[in-house]
Nanobody, 127 residues
Framework: VQLQASGGGLVQPGGSLRLSCVAR????????IGWFRQAPGKEREGVSC????????YYADSVKGRFTISRDRGKNTVYLQMDSLNPEDTANYYC?????????????????????WGKGTQVTVSS
């Protein structure tokens, strides 16, 4: 099981980025995929997740209305579209999968319970 996150970079406040999480060696459509972030000196926090199959979605309050998670089944990829970025969004962003839990608040609240993690991609929001 491998997850590869990409798409980070430097963007000005108010700008947008789209992160990608490519799943390898497993069908990500069967499991919940979550996006998490960690800023220097802070704990890792859940950002958003998408469930298996039909794919229910869930967002942390801090990103609700600005971020959109989606899945491309043909590419075995989950995206995180990030709009209206602000400096508080600066962090290393990770995607992870959970083989048991459904997407929802508890999945984002306990990142240490996720089963597999990809390497992070850095997002920096600065003028």
């Amino acid at each position: 099981v491998q997850l590869q996150a990409s798409g980070g970079g430097l963007v000005q406040p108010g700008g947008s980025l789209r992160l990608s999480c490519v799943a390898r060696n497993f069908n990500s459509d069967y499991w919940s995929i979550g996006w998490f972030r960690q800023a220097p000196g802070k704990e890792r926090e859940g950002v958003s997740c998408i469930g298996s199959g039909v794919g229910n979605t869930y967002y942390a309050d801090s990103v609700k209305g600005r971020f959109t998670i989606s899945r491309d089944r043909g590419k075995n990829t989950v995206y995180l579209q990030m709009d209206s970025l602000n400096p508080e969004d600066t962090a290393n962003y990770y995607c992870a999968t959970d083989f048991e839990r459904n997407c929802g608040g508890p999945l984002l609240e306990y990142p240490h319970l996720m089963d597999y993690w990809g390497k992070g991609t850095q997002v920096t929001v600065s003028s």
